[in-house]
């Protein structure tokens, strides 16, 4: 299984990290560390995630895109 690191930025919402993890698993990919910030307005979260799987990471990263919470993505 690869390997992946993904960053992004989201606006903080009560369900952002549950929806995420949600499309982690439906994409076929388990989380195997994840760090969350919000920043000092606490309007705003940066959030690392470094996944696993055996799919295109582009299956996953394209949905997590779809997220309308979701600002920015990157993969590191």
Not at 53 to 76: I, M, N, P
Request: proline letters at 1%; aromatic letters at 10%; one cysteine or more.
């Amino acid at each position: 299984m690869q390997q992946y690191h993904l960053e992004f930025r989201a606006t903080n919402t009560p369900e952002l990290l549950e929806r995420i993890f949600r499309v982690v698993r439906h994409r076929g990919f388990s989380v195997l560390s994840s760090q969350a910030l919000l920043n000092e307005s606490q309007q705003e979260f940066h959030v690392k995630l470094c996944v696993s799987g055996s799919r295109a990471l582009e299956y996953l990263t394209k949905q997590l895109e779809k997220l309308w919470d979701v600002q920015s993505l990157e993969v590191k």
